[in-house]
């Protein structure tokens, strides 16, 4: 077992547009982060990924980005930034950029410049294709609707957008665009950042006949020919030689389609790609009414069998990414706990027991730690995210499916949701900000809020300090094994952890029943962590959304 300072971290994801705002424009901002990283100390968490924070026209919330080295002027200056990680640095805790480079926005300067004419020199730096037969070259669907192809005025030509079409697609194949990418890393690197969190970094490498996808019909999908595509290790190991091992970094790939083979390749413990990779497979498994749009729950045999295959299967041989939450997901709570008043701390505590207990670097994101909710859209309107309203109105405009029907799978599962203001405290706009914000705070901020949980000493923040801290001070839960017990039970989530002589017991009952359970001995163990005030190891229960931790 190889040991280093990633794999015993805990890291917390800020999403600066919705984290704190500190001159009352309505939009968070770096000196706001700089404000509250005293609150990130005491959660005790270790490492900050940052998401984007560059200059950006902000199709996408920074995730289009239109100058890798200057800071967003809504978030404020270099000089902002550098007093963050100062202060980071001095508490402890390191950061990790967001590192956006499958594709860069239209208004780029090298996209600028490309678009403007067949022999510019920056023309290969994005992917142009003529049509075919008049329309677009292939069947690719962008992940936020319609053709992944843009036809361009000036040229006569298309480029491709696997997302919007102010985010146009890099072209890896030019040795030239690698080249800019990894100088541009040394510079940030140079500047003293911890690591970088890789968007999409799967889809970088295109078949390079672009063959038509196995589903047809212009409607997203269609990312066969980029997941994992043939050249992605070869960049990646290119990557690190150029750059990444340079420094003592911790990276984590952002893999859309990545399966457990794939991630031993990108993940591989003699580090010659990454430290460790996102998979998407266990949260999907609520998706899919209508493509991603539904209002379905997490099934929890499903979900056990995929995460133990992921436990069993990198076990050794790379490094696991323990997380629920991030900006593109709904909130936890709502999609596998309860919002009912007498379950929502309990169950929210429930999730991050049997999350931060598993082998590998936990991800807390922010607001997760409170337990906030998804929140309530009253109206398309509410919305701010562009796959969202793009996806409303493909899927409603086309009859797919009817504005009745999608409304409420949308607001269950709609991005947004991660996107609504931290929830400082239960003054107005919940202590995010002093003017108006840029997208609706979650109307329950009066009951779920910093301020309050941080006096009490049984609230979700407190579960969530201790469970970061269990984890400093016993070895096993970050380099155990993983073995899951009880497969087929349908309300209860029970594994063991084992490492040397010792062994932990989890044990967490995701229903609203009262579920008798047994296991040997359990009346010699010691209790780590539960989330009911009391617990009776000689006549065991588990309650609704009971979860306790026993050491052997
Ligand atoms: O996400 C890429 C991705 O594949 C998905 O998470 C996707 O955004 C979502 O599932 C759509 O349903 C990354 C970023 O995390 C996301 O915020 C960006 O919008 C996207 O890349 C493009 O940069
Ligand atoms: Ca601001």
């Known amino acids: 077992m190889n040991k280093t300072w990633w794999k015993e971290s805990v890291v917390y994801q800020i999403y600066p547009r919705s984290f704190c705002d500190s001159n009352g424009d309505g ?7 700089t404000k509250k990283l005293p609150y990130l100390k005491e959660l005790g968490i270790n490492v900050i990924w940052l998401s984007p924070v560059y200059q950006s026209p902000n199709d996408d919330n ?22 963050m990680l100062a202060k980071a640095h001095s508490l402890g805790i390191k950061i990790v950029m967001d590192l956006v480079v499958n594709h860069t926005s239209d208004e780029h300067k090298w996209f600028i410049e490309s678009r403007s004419s067949k022999d510019n020199p920056k023309r290969d730096f994005y992917i142009w294709k003529d049509g075919k037969d008049g329309k677009e070259p292939n069947n690719w669907g962008s992940c936020f609707s319609g053709s992944a192809w843009q036809y361009d005025e000036t040229t006569g030509q298309y480029y491709l957008h696997l997302f919007s079409k102010k985010q146009p697609d890099l072209n890896w194949e030019n040795e030239k665009v690698r080249e800019e990418v990894y100088a541009m890393m040394n510079r940030w690197c140079k500047k003293g950042i911890d690591g970088f969190r890789m968007d999409v970094i799967s889809l970088i490498s295109k078949d390079q006949s672009f063959p038509d996808g196995p589903t047809n019909g212009g409607l997203y999908g269609s990312f066969e020919s980029c997941v994992n595509g043939p050249r992605v290790h070869e960049y990646l190991q290119e990557m ?35 430290s460790m990779v996102f998979q998407f497979e266990h949260t999907a498994l609520d998706n899919g009414e209508t493509m991603k749009w539904s209002t379905k ?27 629920f939450c991030n900006h593109d997901q709904p909130r936890i709570v709502s999609r596998l706990g309860s919002e009912k008043d007498e379950y929502r701390e309990l169950s929210a505590k429930c999730i991050a027991t049997c999350l931060h207990m598993m082998q590998g670097t936990p991800y807390v994101y922010q607001g997760e730690e409170l337990g906030m909710t998804n929140t309530v859209f ?48 239960d003054s107005e706009n919940a ?15 009066k009951k779920i809020n910093a301020k309050e949980q941080l006096t009490r000493e049984d609230s979700v923040f407190n579960y969530y300090k201790k469970l970061i801290s269990l984890r400093k001070e016993h070895e096993i839960i970050v380099y155990g094994d993983y073995e899951l017990l009880l497969p087929d039970d349908e309300d209860l989530f029970v594994y063991l952890r084992r490492l040397n002589n010792n062994t932990i017991l989890v044990a967490c009952n995701f229903s609203e029943n009262t579920r008798n359970f047994d296991y040997n001995d359990i009346g010699n163990g010691r209790v780590l962590i539960n989330n009911y005030k009391d617990i009776n190891l000689n ?14």
């Open 27 to 33: 939009i968070g901002d770096l000196k706001g982060i």
């Open 539 to 552: 006549d065991m229960k588990l309650r609704p959304f009971e979860a306790f931790a026993i050491l052997f």
């Open 297 to 323: 729950r997490i099934p929890l045999v499903p979900l056990k069998e995929n995460l133990t295959k992921w436990q069993k299967g990198l076990n050794g041989v790379a490094w696991n990414s323990l997380y």
């Open 240 to 274: 690190n030689k150029k750059v990444l091992s340079k420094y003592d970094l911790m990276t984590v790939g952002e893999c859309a389609g990545v399966t457990v083979e794939e991630a031993k390749k990108y993940a591989n413990s003699a580090g010659t790609e990454l």
């Open 431 to 445: 202590g995010f900000t002093t003017g108006k914000p840029w997208i609706n705070v979650n109307p329950n901020y």
């Open 378 to 425: 009253k109206s398309v309107d509410d919305f701010r995210d562009l796959e969202s309203i793009n996806a409303y109105h493909e899927l409603t405009e086309n009859g797919i499916i009817s504005p009745e029907e999608l409304f409420p799978k949308l607001c269950h599962q709609s991005r947004d949701n991660a996107r609504t203001p931290m929830q400082w405290d």
């Open 62 to 83: 920074g995730y289009d980005i239109s100058d890798y080295e200057n800071i967003m002027t809504e978030f404020g200056t270099m000089a902002d930034f550098d007093a």
